[in-house]
Nanobody, 120 residues
Framework: VQLQASGGGLVQAGGSLILSCAASGSIFALNEMAWFRQAPGKQRELVATITTGGTVSYAASVKGRFTISRDNAKKTASLQMNSLKPEDTAVYYC???????????????WGRGTQVTVSS
């Protein structure tokens, strides 16, 4: 099982970026998906989560600016980031609660981070 994240880059303050995350491999169940971020010198923090049914939650710092979505059939999740601020600069990580097949083991998986840099 793998998570592949993409879509980071450099953008000016006020701009937008969209991050994508694709799950692949022997997946029995793709449960909650989430995006985390880690800025230099800071702890990794939760940005947004989305359940299989589409229930979402956001960190207070991104609420109203970021939108998480998913496509269960394609096993993907996206993070639309609008009105970006320099403080959004971080490495962004995709995370998913996955039950694999055929062992039915359930655990968290992480994608490789993708850098988002917002210039002022």
């Amino acid at each position: 099982v793998q998570l592949q994240a993409s879509g980071g880059g450099l953008v000016q303050a006020g701009g937008s970026l969209i991050l994508s995350c694709a799950a692949s491999g022997s997946i029995f169940a793709l449960n909650e998906m989430a995006w985390f971020r880690q800025a230099p010198g800071k702890q990794r923090e939760l940005v947004a989560t989305i359940t299989t049914g589409g229930t979402v939650s956001y960190a207070a710092s991104v609420k109203g600016r970021f939108t998480i979505s998913r496509d269960n059939a394609k096993k993907t999740a996206s993070l639309q980031m609008n009105s970006l601020k320099p403080e959004d600069t971080a490495v962004y990580y995709c995370n998913a609660d996955i039950q694999d097949y055929p062992n039915y083991r359930r655990r968290d998986y992480w994608g490789r981070g993708t850098q988002v840099t917002v210039s002022s």
